[in-house]
Structures are given as structure tokens and as C-alpha cells.
């Protein structure tokens, strides 16, 4: 063991986390967006670390005003602006085989003021941060979309029976008690040729819809149902993936002050936490494990 040559393994690099705010004002109204932006190459750079040569090392401060330069044309969608970065960097240089660019895009709502929403001051909305992550490798593309953060409770129609015990299972079981989750998803397109942020709308919108409806015999059930819902209607969506905390709310014992709890006082226990993960995908879809390398929290 000790004989074996030691080689350069798979590397990449890159400008990690560049906040990028472009308010377009071109009207007395102005739009806003604001994203977080991490660009990182993949290619030829072995020299850069075998011997210190880093003629084909592409600056990360020129990652990061690159990313600049481009928002001066707008962003549009996140994913579609990964993929404008993405074009740049490996059809400029000629070592540059690929890469990784991802992105959080925060929501700014108009501010009400007298009944009227006004031309350029804004709030944060504040439920979920909106993801996209473009993969570039050899020519290979994927553009995964996602949120993260969605924060969504029901208080009936949830219930949780019928798993096996032990010595040491204490857990009740019951027909009826409040489901609570933070949702992050992500989900692999099929192509680029997709009107992104229509189809971010649809999904977070279907995506509640079936948290909300129908009874929940488990997370994993909500799970599987939500995956199912997006994927019925959007084709173009290869796969979806969840990372889903079960945000556990219990039933206070309250007969020691002489009352009864008919499943009104909860309390809210944030550690620790049931953490289902699960990807929905369709029969016999090929895998691409190079869209999902280093996607942390989804299986």
C-alpha cells in the first residue's frame, strides 16, 4: 500500500457565495433581483497543483466580475443565468471541460403604501429561498431546479399507525396529530429549452397542494404524493428529489392542572427530528450522477 504512486484525485474551483443584487430601472418602477451565485471549473488544471503553474488557473475575482458583468443584462431566472455562465467559461477557455454553478434567489414583495404597491421599495419575502444548480462536464449539461425552506404545517388529517415496537419504542400511536415540515426539494430537468421561472410557480404551487390534500399516513406517504403531483404534470422534469425534517409537534399533558388537552396545546420540539429523504423519479429513467455529485441532504 505504501508503494502506490500518490496522484491528483477530481478537484474544481471557483468564487463561492457572490451576492449579486440588479434592480432594473428603466421605468419609475424598478424590479429586483437578488441572488447568491457560487462559480466553480472543472478542466485541465492539474499543473496548478503539481507544480505551482497556474497559466491555466482562470482567477476567482474573474469568476466573481464575470458574474457581475453578466447581470447588467439582467438575470431573467436563475437557472437560465447558471447556464449563460456555464456557455462563458467553457466556450472561452479552451481547458475549461466543465464546472459547477449554482445559485439562491431571494423573493422581494412590493411594499403597501395607501392600498397601492410602491415603484421601488421593497420587503423580503420571507417562506423560501428559490435554488438552481447548472453541471457542465465534457459537454454533458444539468440544470436542476429546487427551493428550500418551505415551511408548511397542517393540523389534522395526519396521523401516524401501525409500525412495528420493541423494548424500547414509547411512541403512541394516533389518527390524528399536526404534520409539520420544512420542504427542500430539487428537481432535474430534461433539457434547457424550459421557461424556468413559470415552471419554479407551478411546481412550489403543486407542491403545497399535495401537502395539503388527502389524509397523511406518514411523511414518507406526503413524500412520495408530492413528487407524484409534479411530475404528472410537468414532462419536461426528470426527477425530484426531497430532503423533508419531520418538525415533531406533541400533545401537552395538561391533567395536572386539572385540564383536558383535546388536541389544542402542542408543544414544538425542535431537536431532534425525523428526517425523511426520498427521490421521485420515472420507471426505467436512466441516472445522472453527475447532476446530483455534491448535492448535500438528498439521497
Not at 115 to 143: I, K, Y
Not at 216 to 229: H, P, Y
Not at 239 to 261: A, Q, T, W, Y
Not at 282 to 299: K, N, Q, S, T, Y
Request: with cysteine.
Amino acid at each position: 500500500m505504501t508503494d502506490r504512486k500518490i496522484v491528483l484525485g477530481p478537484n474544481r474551483y471557483g468564487k463561492a457565495e457572490v451576492r449579486v443584487v440588479k434592480v432594473t430601472r428603466d421605468t419609475d418602477r424598478h424590479e429586483i433581483e437578488d441572488l447568491s451565485v457560487t462559480s466553480q471549473l472543472r478542466g485541465d488544471f492539474a499543473a496548478a497543483h503539481l507544480s505551482g503553474d497556474n497559466a491555466h488557473v482562470v482567477p476567482t475575482d474573474t469568476q466573481k466580475n464575470t458574474i457581475f458583468a453578466f447581470a447588467r443584462d439582467g438575470v431573467g431566472s436563475p437557472e437560465a443565468f447558471l447556464l449563460r455562465l456555464a456557455d462563458h467559461f467553457t466556450a472561452s477557455f479552451d481547458w475549461v471541460s466543465g464546472g459547477r454553478w449554482q445559485a439562491e434567489s431571494y423573493a422581494w414583495q412590493r411594499i403597501e403604501a395607501h392600498g397601492e404597491p410602491h415603484d421601488h421599495a421593497f420587503v423580503r419575502s420571507g417562506q423560501e429561498t428559490r435554488t438552481a444548480l447548472v453541471v457542465v462536464d465534457d459537454g454533458e449539461r444539468h440544470v436542476l431546479g429546487g427551493l428550500e425552506g418551505l415551511t408548511v404545517l397542517k393540523t389534522t388529517q395526519s396521523g401516524f399507525e401501525g409500525f412495528p415496537r420493541d423494548r424500547y419504542t414509547t411512541l403512541q400511536e394516533t389518527g390524528d396529530r399536526i404534520l409539520a415540515t420544512d420542504v427542500a426539494a430539487r428537481w432535474r430537468y430534461v433539457g434547457a429549452d424550459v421557461d424556468f421561472n413559470a415552471v419554479y410557480d407551478s411546481v412550489r404551487g403543486l407542491l403545497l397542494e399535495a401537502f395539503a390534500e388527502r389524509y397523511s399516513a406518514a411523511l414518507q406517504a406526503t413524500l412520495f404524493e408530492m413528487g407524484t403531483r409534479v411530475l404528472e404534470v410537468h414532462p419536461e422534469i426528470a426527477e425530484i428529489r426531497f430532503s423533508m425534517p419531520n418538525k415533531h409537534h406533541f400533545v401537552v399533558d395538561l391533567s395536572g392542572f386539572g385540564l383536558d388537552n383535546p388536541n389544542e396545546v402542542f408543544y414544538a420540539a425542535d431537536r431532534p427530528y425525523g428526517l425523511i429523504e426520498a427521490a421521485v423519479t420515472r420507471e426505467g429513467l436512466a441516472p445522472a450522477p453527475l447532476a446530483w455529485e455534491g448535492v448535500d441532504g438528498f439521497c
